[in-house]
């Protein structure tokens, strides 16, 4: 008898864990919804790699509105490039700062940013897709976090290439902030090696999005952006 109350407990101590982690993936969930249903917003996007590392990517900065209109300006190096997405259609600006129509496929530069602004997911989209990545999620404060699932690990490793990344060592997390019910920031990280073109690269990348101006933000699209998309 007293066994079976043990077993009991502990089965009854298991399911609260397991309807904790589950009622806490769908706070964020429901926080990032909360977030698209305000009428616009701004954020700022940082990539943090190690030194060692050629390709650093620039900070990007977007805005973005109810209606599904997005502004998102990209840095590298010394370059910028501004690019508009809305209803299904990207435009952006090239080296001589024209603006031109994103297509799949073509050559160079351009082939990488037109598939990356067609599959381009605002911060909304991004922190609920995570959040499916995600084991589980625990809460402190207004703070949750989590490990991503294996699968979760090569998603984020393929870094906006989209499809999965072959990943060895895999490691990653996720954190989000809540306040007032609304998302304001997500973080996630990830570790491992992947192998390209037969050589075998380190992944050790941290990406943090923070949320500013919430419902006092302007989305103005550029006049030659807007013949691009009509």
Do not use: H
Not at 18 to 23: C, N, P, T, Y
Not at 77 to 95: L, P, S
Not at 97 to 120: C, I, K, S, T, Y
Not at 158 to 178: L, P, S, Y
């Amino acid at each position: 008898m007293i066994l079976n109350r043990i077993s009991v407990t502990a089965l009854l101590a298991l399911t609260g864990i397991s309807l904790s982690a589950a009622d806490a993936k769908e706070e964020v969930v429901k926080a990032a919804k909360a977030l698209s249903e305000k009428p616009n917003y701004s954020w700022k996007t940082t990539t943090v790699v190690p030194e060692s590392v050629q390709f650093k990517p620039g900070p990007t900065e977007g805005k973005a509105d109810k209606e599904g209109t997005a502004y998102v300006t990209m840095n590298f190096r010394d370059n910028m490039t501004e690019a508009v997405i809305k209803g299904g259609k990207a435009a952006y600006t090239n080296q001589d700062g024209d603006w031109q129509v994103a297509e799949e496929g073509g050559e160079g530069p351009g082939r990488f940013m037109g598939a990356m602004l067609l599959n381009f997911k605002a911060p909304v989209a991004q922190a609920q897709d995570i959040v499916s990545k995600t084991k589980e999620l625990k809460k402190e404060g207004d703070v949750y976090s989590g490990d991503l699932t294996e699968e979760g690990v090569k998603s984020v490793a393929a870094f906006r290439r989209g499809g999965n990344a072959e990943v060895k060592e895999g490691k990653g997390n996720a954190k989000f902030w809540v306040k007032d019910g609304v998302l304001t920031k997500f973080e996630y990280s990830v570790k491992g090696k992947r192998t390209f073109n037969d050589q075998e690269f380190d992944i050790d990348r941290t990406v943090t999005t923070e949320i500013k101006d919430v419902g006092t933000t302007k989305v103005v699209v550029p006049e030659a952006a807007k013949k691009k998309l009509s």
